[in-house]
Protein backbone atom coordinates (compact mmCIF):
# COMPACT_ATOMS: atom_id res chain seq x y z
CA UNK A 1 0.00 0.00 0.00
CA UNK A 2 0.82 3.59 -0.87
CA UNK A 3 -0.18 6.74 0.01
CA UNK A 4 -0.32 9.94 -2.27
CA UNK A 5 -0.95 13.44 -0.66
CA UNK A 6 -1.57 16.34 -3.06
CA UNK A 7 -1.62 19.49 -1.68
CA UNK A 8 -2.94 22.48 -3.56
CA UNK A 9 -2.18 26.15 -2.85
CA UNK A 10 -4.97 28.68 -4.75
CA UNK A 11 -6.01 31.64 -5.45
CA UNK A 12 -7.11 33.74 -2.68
CA UNK A 13 -11.08 33.51 -1.90
CA UNK A 14 -11.64 29.88 -3.69
CA UNK A 15 -10.78 27.67 -1.15
CA UNK A 16 -14.56 26.86 -0.21
CA UNK A 17 -15.45 26.71 -4.16
CA UNK A 18 -12.65 24.41 -4.78
CA UNK A 19 -13.44 21.76 -1.76
CA UNK A 20 -16.83 21.99 -2.65
CA UNK A 21 -16.61 20.77 -6.16
CA UNK A 22 -14.57 18.25 -4.83
CA UNK A 23 -17.24 17.36 -2.70
CA UNK A 24 -19.76 17.71 -5.46
CA UNK A 25 -18.40 16.81 -8.50
CA UNK A 26 -15.20 15.34 -8.48
CA UNK A 27 -16.25 13.16 -5.90
CA UNK A 28 -19.57 11.99 -8.11
CA UNK A 29 -17.39 10.81 -10.99
CA UNK A 30 -14.23 9.60 -9.08
CA UNK A 31 -15.34 7.76 -5.77
CA UNK A 32 -12.85 4.72 -4.79
CA UNK A 33 -12.72 3.66 -8.32
CA UNK A 34 -9.04 5.82 -9.04
CA UNK A 35 -7.59 5.27 -5.99
CA UNK A 36 -9.24 5.50 -2.06
CA UNK A 37 -9.35 9.14 -0.63
CA UNK A 38 -8.26 8.96 2.54
CA UNK A 39 -8.70 12.34 3.58
CA UNK A 40 -8.97 16.00 2.31
CA UNK A 41 -8.75 18.88 4.54
CA UNK A 42 -9.14 23.12 4.22
CA UNK A 43 -5.76 24.60 5.65
CA UNK A 44 -7.14 26.92 8.81
CA UNK A 45 -3.63 27.83 10.36
CA UNK A 46 -0.07 27.86 8.86
CA UNK A 47 -0.40 27.84 5.07
CA UNK A 48 -3.62 29.91 4.17
CA UNK A 49 -5.85 29.15 1.18
CA UNK A 50 -5.07 25.48 0.59
CA UNK A 51 -6.40 22.23 0.56
CA UNK A 52 -5.12 18.84 1.20
CA UNK A 53 -6.39 15.24 0.08
CA UNK A 54 -4.79 12.19 0.79
CA UNK A 55 -5.44 8.87 -1.52
CA UNK A 56 -4.43 5.38 -0.93
CA UNK A 57 -3.34 3.14 -4.04
CA UNK A 58 -2.23 -0.86 -3.59
CA UNK A 59 1.29 0.26 -5.69
CA UNK A 60 2.71 2.74 -7.51
CA UNK A 61 1.80 0.51 -10.76
CA UNK A 62 -1.79 0.72 -10.07
CA UNK A 63 -0.90 4.51 -9.14
CA UNK A 64 -0.45 5.11 -12.69
CA UNK A 65 -2.38 2.99 -14.02
CA UNK A 66 -5.73 4.61 -12.24
CA UNK A 67 -4.59 8.32 -12.99
CA UNK A 68 -4.22 7.67 -16.26
CA UNK A 69 -7.69 5.97 -16.89
CA UNK A 70 -8.76 8.42 -14.65
CA UNK A 71 -7.35 11.43 -16.86
CA UNK A 72 -9.08 10.06 -19.83
CA UNK A 73 -12.34 10.29 -17.87
CA UNK A 74 -14.84 12.25 -20.40
CA UNK A 75 -16.77 13.69 -17.23
CA UNK A 76 -13.38 14.33 -15.09
CA UNK A 77 -11.75 16.00 -17.91
CA UNK A 78 -15.14 17.96 -19.06
CA UNK A 79 -17.20 18.78 -15.24
CA UNK A 80 -14.60 18.72 -12.63
CA UNK A 81 -11.13 20.14 -14.04
CA UNK A 82 -12.38 23.09 -15.24
CA UNK A 83 -13.94 23.79 -11.97
CA UNK A 84 -10.63 23.98 -9.93
CA UNK A 85 -8.24 24.28 -12.47
CA UNK A 86 -8.24 28.28 -12.83
CA UNK A 87 -7.99 28.73 -9.25
CA UNK A 88 -4.90 26.77 -9.15
CA UNK A 89 -1.92 28.44 -8.08
CA UNK A 90 1.09 25.31 -7.29
CA UNK A 91 0.22 21.92 -6.86
CA UNK A 92 2.84 19.51 -4.34
CA UNK A 93 2.76 15.66 -4.54
CA UNK A 94 3.92 13.46 -1.77
CA UNK A 95 4.32 9.94 -2.21
CA UNK A 96 4.59 8.21 1.30
CA UNK A 97 5.08 5.18 2.69
CA UNK A 98 2.92 3.99 5.78
CA UNK A 99 4.06 3.33 9.24
CA UNK A 100 1.24 4.27 10.99
CA UNK A 101 -2.41 4.53 9.98
CA UNK A 102 -4.55 6.24 9.08
CA UNK A 103 -6.64 5.40 11.65
CA UNK A 104 -10.07 6.90 12.03
CA UNK A 105 -10.60 9.25 15.53
CA UNK A 106 -13.55 7.65 18.49
CA UNK A 107 -15.27 10.77 17.43
CA UNK A 108 -15.87 13.36 14.48
CA UNK A 109 -15.75 17.21 14.46
CA UNK A 110 -12.55 17.04 14.85
CA UNK A 111 -9.66 19.62 13.60
CA UNK A 112 -6.32 18.17 12.11
CA UNK A 113 -2.65 18.84 13.09
CA UNK A 114 -0.84 18.34 9.39
CA UNK A 115 3.22 17.99 10.89
CA UNK A 116 5.76 17.43 8.54
CA UNK A 117 9.50 17.25 9.47
CA UNK A 118 12.64 17.21 7.32
CA UNK A 119 15.35 14.62 8.63
CA UNK A 120 19.32 15.00 8.23
CA UNK A 121 20.18 12.57 5.68
CA UNK A 122 20.05 9.30 7.16
CA UNK A 123 18.35 10.11 10.00
CA UNK A 124 14.71 8.54 9.23
CA UNK A 125 15.09 5.10 10.48
CA UNK A 126 16.40 6.01 13.69
CA UNK A 127 13.82 8.71 14.06
CA UNK A 128 10.77 6.71 12.89
CA UNK A 129 12.23 3.97 15.92
CA UNK A 130 12.60 6.24 18.73
CA UNK A 131 8.85 7.90 17.46
CA UNK A 132 7.30 4.44 16.97
CA UNK A 133 8.66 3.20 20.54
CA UNK A 134 7.81 6.49 21.82
CA UNK A 135 4.13 6.47 20.56
CA UNK A 136 1.93 4.91 23.20
CA UNK A 137 3.54 7.76 25.83
CA UNK A 138 2.08 10.27 23.40
CA UNK A 139 -1.11 8.44 23.09
CA UNK A 140 -1.82 9.32 26.63
CA UNK A 141 -2.43 12.63 25.88
CA UNK A 142 -3.82 12.62 21.81
CA UNK A 143 -4.36 9.93 19.31
CA UNK A 144 -2.23 9.96 15.88
CA UNK A 145 -4.12 9.57 12.78
CA UNK A 146 -1.51 8.35 10.67
CA UNK A 147 2.16 8.17 10.38
CA UNK A 148 4.15 8.12 6.93
CA UNK A 149 7.86 8.37 5.30
CA UNK A 150 8.56 10.24 2.36
CA UNK A 151 9.06 7.73 -1.00
CA UNK A 152 9.35 10.77 -3.22
CA UNK A 153 8.38 14.38 -3.73
CA UNK A 154 10.09 15.81 -0.35
CA UNK A 155 13.25 13.34 0.28
CA UNK A 156 14.02 12.86 3.93
CA UNK A 157 10.56 13.72 5.51
CA UNK A 158 8.19 12.44 8.04
CA UNK A 159 4.66 13.00 7.54
CA UNK A 160 1.76 12.99 10.53
CA UNK A 161 -1.87 13.92 11.43
CA UNK A 162 -3.25 14.12 14.68
CA UNK A 163 -6.70 15.29 15.35
CA UNK A 164 -8.19 16.61 18.37
CA UNK A 165 -11.72 18.08 19.43
CA UNK A 166 -10.40 21.75 19.25
CA UNK A 167 -7.64 23.65 19.47
CA UNK A 168 -7.80 24.06 23.39
CA UNK A 169 -7.95 20.09 23.68
CA UNK A 170 -4.37 20.44 21.28
CA UNK A 171 -2.96 22.95 23.02
CA UNK A 172 -3.57 20.84 26.51
CA UNK A 173 -2.77 17.58 24.85
CA UNK A 174 1.05 19.10 23.46
CA UNK A 175 1.34 20.73 26.91
CA UNK A 176 0.58 17.22 28.80
CA UNK A 177 2.84 15.38 26.97
CA UNK A 178 5.78 18.06 27.47
CA UNK A 179 5.72 17.28 30.39
CA UNK A 180 6.23 13.53 30.18
CA UNK A 181 9.16 12.57 31.32
CA UNK A 182 9.49 9.89 28.77
CA UNK A 183 8.39 12.20 25.90
CA UNK A 184 11.02 14.28 27.09
CA UNK A 185 13.38 11.59 26.83
CA UNK A 186 12.62 10.71 23.16
CA UNK A 187 12.80 14.61 22.51
CA UNK A 188 16.29 14.94 23.37
CA UNK A 189 16.87 11.62 21.82
CA UNK A 190 15.27 12.21 18.43
CA UNK A 191 15.46 15.93 18.31
CA UNK A 192 18.72 16.27 16.91
CA UNK A 193 18.03 13.71 13.95
CA UNK A 194 15.68 17.02 12.91
CA UNK A 195 16.40 19.86 10.37
CA UNK A 196 12.80 21.60 9.48
CA UNK A 197 9.53 21.38 11.37
CA UNK A 198 6.60 22.99 9.77
CA UNK A 199 2.78 22.28 10.93
CA UNK A 200 -0.42 23.13 9.93
CA UNK A 201 -4.19 23.39 11.39
CA UNK A 202 -6.28 21.71 9.09
CA UNK A 203 -10.15 21.03 9.01
CA UNK A 204 -12.16 18.29 7.07
CA UNK A 205 -14.22 19.33 3.78
CA UNK A 206 -17.77 18.42 4.11
CA UNK A 207 -16.97 14.82 1.95
CA UNK A 208 -13.56 13.41 4.10
CA UNK A 209 -13.70 10.50 5.49
CA UNK A 210 -12.28 11.43 8.22
CA UNK A 211 -13.69 14.06 9.93
Same mark, same amino acid.
Given at each position: ?????? /?? /?????? /???? #??? *????? !?????? +????????? =?? @???? %? +????????? #?? %??? !? $??????? #???????????????? +??? !??? =?????????????????????????? %????????????? /??????????????????????????????? *??????? !??? #????????? $??? @???? $??????? @????????????????
Amino acid at each position: MIYELR /TY /TLKHGT /TANV #AKA *AGEVG !RAVRGD +NFGKLEGYW =VS @EIGH %L +NQVMHLWSY #AD %LNE !R $ARLRGEL #ARNPRWTSEYVPLIQP +NLI !RQE =VRILNQVVGPIKPAREGNIYEFRNYR %LKPGGIKKWVELF /TAALPIREKHSKIVGLWTTEAGQPNEVCHIW *AYPDLNA !RQE #ARGNSGKDP $AWQ @EFMK $AGGPLLE @ELNACIMLPAAHSPLK
